[in-house]
């Protein structure tokens, strides 16, 4: 059993839910043990905080492999248990399993992840050139199915739509794609009001990440909501308002009211790890103007009677299908990938014999 002082870490966003959670794992032989909680993860070490403290720690070989069969790894916003050895150096020995854990896909398919135990994802989106859907869209199915609640947090407000008649079209546009049960909250990041908007979700023991590119104001409102300088910030690019990552890696921060916030640099690969289902419930829109297409097995493409094309822009189709497709393959096997990679290959060679012929090379 963990021995957990509650006072003590409340202020590192322990629940009563999360403490009960920890008191029923099994402690690993040695110690005595501390409970902590991750708030940074760097190339070779860990920082923790035990509530009153922060500790600079490593991981033990044996739980880095353990974590890796499972195909995961530490993340910030975990719980551990660590100990220091007969030199003072700190080492954990334990993850406690999370209770919500947001995971993305690397390039070759491995899953990645990227904050666990949080109650509330803000996704962040500036309301200048960084406004984009379908990045939106693949932040909604990365935090979908996690358990962790989506809010969609527009900032730039004072620049880019000072007044209604600016801001409402823009509003309207975001409601057409996404599910009407999401929050949507538009901000000043840099005024304190962004703070009151968003104190609803910052509540004593809660702990929410902000998620967005770099450029959308993530660590600028963190330090709104924090009152104080925590972040580096940066100016954008006048072109095309995109940031320099000044933000390089995560890392969490308790707030005066008792609630958490992790602050991410924007992510350059933004796969989501989710299965159709996921997708489904995303893009319920297309699911239910499929029922009207005239072929049951419909796929949306160039079918004639699609009711689907008819009825959703051209470009949030586009993304379903790119984001199903990632999501197919994903699930795939070994043999499947190859096979899948053998039909390109021979379409691939099929093609270029067509336009060498229709060049009249053939």
Known sequence: MIDIDFERLR????????????????????????????????????????????????????????????DTALAVGDWVLATPDVHGDCWVHMQAPPLTHIVRRDADGSRHPVVSNVDTALLVMGLDDDYNLRRLERYLALVQGSGVQPVIVLTKVDVAAPTPELLSPMLQELRARVSGSLDVVAVNATHASAAHALAPYLHAGQT??????SGAGKSTLTNTLA????????????????????????????????????????????????????????????????????????????????????????????????????????????????????????????????????????
């Open 208 to 213: 929410v990440v902000l998620m967005g590119s």
């Open 11 to 70: 202020c590192m966003g322990l629940t009563p839910a999360m403490a009960q959670h920890l008191a029923m794992q099994t402690v690993p032989e040695g110690g005595p043990f501390t409970l902590m909680r991750l708030i940074e993860v760097h190339r070779e070490t860990l920082r923790l905080h035990d509530g009153q403290h922060e500790h600079s720690a490593r991981v033990l070989p044996r739980l880095t492999r353990e974590l890796a069969e499972q």
């Open 227 to 362: 009152g104080a300088a925590l972040q580096d910030t940066g100016a954008v690019r006048e072109h095309d308002s995109r940031g320099k990552h000044t933000t390089t890696s995560r890392s969490l921060h308790p707030l005066q009211g008792g609630a958490c916030v992790i602050d991410t640099p924007g992510l350059r690969a933004l796969r989501p790890d989710v299965d159709e289902a996921t997708l489904a419930w995303l893009f319920d829109d297309i699911g239910k103007l499929a029922l009207h297409c005239r072929f049951r097995d419909c796929r949306h493409q160039d079918e004639p009677g699609c009711a689907v094309r008819e009825g959703i822009a051209g470009d949030r189709l586009r993304n379903y299908h790119k984001l199903m497709r990632e999501a197919r393959r994903d699930t795939m096997t070994v043999l499947e990938r190859q096979q899948q990679a053998s039909v390109w290959r021979a379409r691939g060679k099929a093609t270029r014999q067509w336009m060498k012929m229709k060049r009249g090379e053939a």
